[in-house]
């Protein structure tokens, strides 16, 4: 970041600053050209032009081998649009269908090329869905499953869930990484930095809280049961809350989130010396929930 200053000029009744000549030359701008500006919650001021990047299609390939996953995430979040995936020999059908199964969770790529030696893979941007609008579907996906978690446990209703919910949680990652590498200043994203990194910091807990949700085994025991009713209620107060700045009940929600650990405490205890391992385990990892959404409230602001 390079950090240029300049003295305010004055014009009649108003004030002018001038902008730095490189900048507007690497952005073609000049007199009638029309550029956006984002106030900031502290003061500051983030111009751009109506456009803030030229359209570039990115493309990348990479070799199918045991890191394949791993760098298939760092292709697509660099935002590359056209990701070809290279077999130096031929692959078996369960591989293939392991390629098929991990592409299903990302919601903008797909497949538009194939044979023996390769996959091209096609990732599209979506402008219509907000920063905002992905963070309420996480949440509601993830209301729904400790419902249904309430309910009986469905598997195969909490795996369709949990398969929304990555692909949700992976568009919403993009839009922001987009959002600070591109500076993309449109009346769905009119967010600060500041937020944006609460929106990511938020929607991971959220996902580490549906895979804790999903590999739990059905619960039976009625206090064990209530706890989670409990601990439902007070998530999505806090999740809520921080969705709408609603920093009035940040106080009473931390408040709120100690006293249920503290008189769940004893639950663990009981549940302890009775030595049932499969019950101890879910009071564990119920506790973990908590503390998730423990600090989700704190991040509201």
């Not at 073609?28 to 500006?37: H, R």
């Not at 969770?105 to 990732?123: A, G, P, Y």
């Amino acid at each position: 970041m390079k950090i240029i200053e300049r003295n305010l000029q004055e014009l009649g009744k108003s004030l002018f600053v001038s902008l730095p000549k490189d900048w507007a030359n690497t952005f073609k701008l000049k007199k009638g050209s029309k550029i956006k500006m984002v106030v900031g919650e502290r003061g500051f001021i983030s111009i751009a032009p109506e456009f803030t990047n030229i359209e570039k299609q990115k493309e990348t390939e990479m070799e199918f081998d045991r890191h394949f996953k791993r760098k298939f995430f760092r292709e697509y979040f660099m935002g590359n649009e056209k990701i070809t995936i290279l077999f130096n020999k031929k692959i078996k059908e369960t591989e293939r269908k392991e390629i098929y199964s991990f592409l299903k969770r990302f919601m903008t790529v797909q497949i538009i090329e194939e044979n023996e030696s390769k996959i091209i893979l096609k990732s599209f941007k979506i402008e219509e869905l907000s920063i905002e609008e992905c963070m309420k579907r996480l949440y509601f996906i993830s209301l729904n499953m400790m419902e249904e978690l309430i309910a009986g446990k469905n598997k195969v209703m909490l795996s369709e869930m949990r398969d929304n919910m990555t692909k949700f949680y992976y568009l919403l990652v993009m839009q922001i990484r987009r959002y600070l590498e591109e500076g993309k200043f449109t009346k769905e994203n009119q967010i600060s930095l500041i937020r944006a990194m609460d929106y990511r910091m938020i929607s991971e807990k959220m996902q580490r809280i549906v895979e804790i949700i999903q590999n739990l085994e059905e619960i039976k025991d009625l206090e064990v049961a209530s706890f989670l009713k409990e601990i439902k209620d007070y998530y999505a107060k806090s999740a809520l809350s921080f969705i709408n700045s609603n920093y009035e009940k940040a106080p009473y929600l931390w408040e709120e989130g100690e006293r249920i650990e503290r008189e769940n405490k004893r639950l663990l205890n009981k549940i302890e010396k009775l030595k049932n391992n499969i019950m101890y385990k879910q009071v564990l990892d119920l506790f973990q929930i908590l503390r998730y959404a423990r600090e989700i409230s704190s991040l509201i602001r």
